[in-house]
């Protein structure tokens, strides 16, 4: 390189640090340890420790490869089935919204996918908005959403410390947002703290929306994981009865084990249905600037298994089972660690839902964990419970007593 030649356009990346979740399942493949316990990413994991592909799946999948006689492009929007499919599921046949003809569903990859379009439709409608997000939230929401040039705000939602919600907190400043603000809500298994609204909160909550002018943002990542698939959509479909207009991401990683097929959807319920089309040209103009179309596979698994009865008995059997199993872990594991001389301290663990806890400890206890136990969760204490066996339940409340004495 001469003197003269322009710096490599390169030259000004600097090496980033780790993603906070991926990072460590990184380091947990990289600890030879046959004692290690992974609660970092979440994917569940059955009882020999398996991230299982569903039967359900196994059937549809082969159904579609057996049927399937072109590789031809499928649409922006992904697979009309799948959307139809997809309203359903999450707001129910008989809801309002469903039946004024206002929600419109476009298919994407992944809940990730759909959480980025959407921000990027809230760009395009007004340019500068303010997202409001919990705090704690998931740690990509911060990249998916901020990505997007949404202004990203914190309301308090929860007590690491003394595990509970801190709702009042989180009205009030809920209650000083600016009308035509964005709040961001998780629509069941909080992630990262497991700790839900109930039933009267939700309420308050849509009241709040509703009266200020407030624009709800609901992530169902989770939807069979808490309740049950009907139970998990409660909140949404209330809040989709009681205002005008909110934005709905969803995922099929979880609840049908297709991580790796990156299915999702974006759903926008609308003040009328002539906004509904005029959301929906948006939301393909925007898919096909990022990703052109969504992958198609997972998504023809996914609509054959909610469109086939049978098929769809099997998927609702199969979810019990994974939801259940979760929820045994986490008695086991408060179980072990009143045993082992916690006391109530960890009583939490059996009330809150979904895949995740946090512990509750600084940093330095999560490192010791690791170092010492090798036992793996992210920087902030939070657990994948869903990564848990009988045979590690013990080891790991062992080691939690150890390194929180
Ligand atoms: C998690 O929270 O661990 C999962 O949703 C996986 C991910 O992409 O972060």
Redesign the pocket.
């Known amino acids: 390189m001469s003197p003269s030649d322009p710096a490599p356009v390169f030259e000004s990346l600097s090496r980033l640090s780790e993603?906070a979740?991926?990072g460590v399942m990184a380091k947990f493949r990289a600890d030879p340890s046959p004692l290690k316990i992974d609660l970092?990413?979440?994917?569940y994991r059955d009882a020999e420790g398996h991230t299982p592909v569903l039967d359900c799946v196994r059937v549809a999948e082969r159904r579609i490869l057996d049927a399937q006689v072109t590789k031809s492009y499928v649409a922006p929007a992904g697979r009309e089935e799948f959307n139809a499919a997809v309203v359903e599921l999450v707001l129910g046949r008989e809801h309002r919204a469903v039946l004024d003809r206002r929600v419109i569903a476009v298919q994407t990859p992944g809940?990730?996918g759909a959480l980025r379009v959407g921000a990027e439709l809230l760009r395009a409608a007004a340019a500068g908005t303010s997202i409001h997000v919990s705090d704690p939230t998931?740690?990509?929401h911060l990249p998916l959403l901020g990505g997007a040039g949404l202004r990203l705000q914190r309301y308090p939602y929860y007590d690491a410390t003394a595990h509970r919600l801190t709702f009042d907190a989180m009205l009030e400043r809920l209650e000083r947002a600016p009308a035509g603000d964005v709040v961001l809500l998780h629509a069941c298994c909080h992630?990262?703290t497991g700790a839900d609204l109930d039933d009267a909160q939700w309420r308050t909550i849509a009241d709040l929306l509703s009266r200020r002018g407030l624009l709800p943002y609901l992530d169902l990542?989770y939807q069979g994981f808490g309740g049950g698939l009907d139970a998990d959509a409660q909140g949404i479909r209330l809040i989709a009865s009681r205002v005008p207009e909110c934005l709905i991401a969803t995922?099929f990683?979880?609840n049908l084990g297709l991580?790796r097929e990156r299915v999702g959807a974006l759903l926008a319920v609308a003040a009328s249905e002539e906004r509904a089309a005029a959301i929906r040209s948006h939301v393909l103009q925007i898919a096909r600037s990022i990703y052109s179309m969504p992958p198609d596979h997972g998504a023809a698994i996914a609509a054959e298994i909610l469109t086939d009865p049978a098929l769809r008995g099997t998927w609702v059997a199969e979810l019990g089972t994974m939801r259940e199993r979760v929820r045994a872990m986490r008695r086991l594991l408060a179980d072990a660690l009143r045993r082992g001389g916690g006391g109530r301290a960890y009583d939490y663990l059996e009330h809150q839902r979904g895949?995740?806890s946090l512990l509750g400890a600084p940093p330095a206890v999560v490192e010791r964990l690791r170092e010492e136990f090798h036992v793996y969760m992210?920087a902030d204490g939070?657990m994948?419970l869903a990564g848990l066996m009988p045979s590690n339940v013990d080891p790991l409340a062992h080691a939690i007593l150890q390194a929180t004495r």
């Open positions: 993603d979740i991926l970092g990413v979440g994917v809940g990730c998931w740690a990509n992630n990262p990542a995922s990683s979880k991580y895949m995740f992210t939070r994948n």
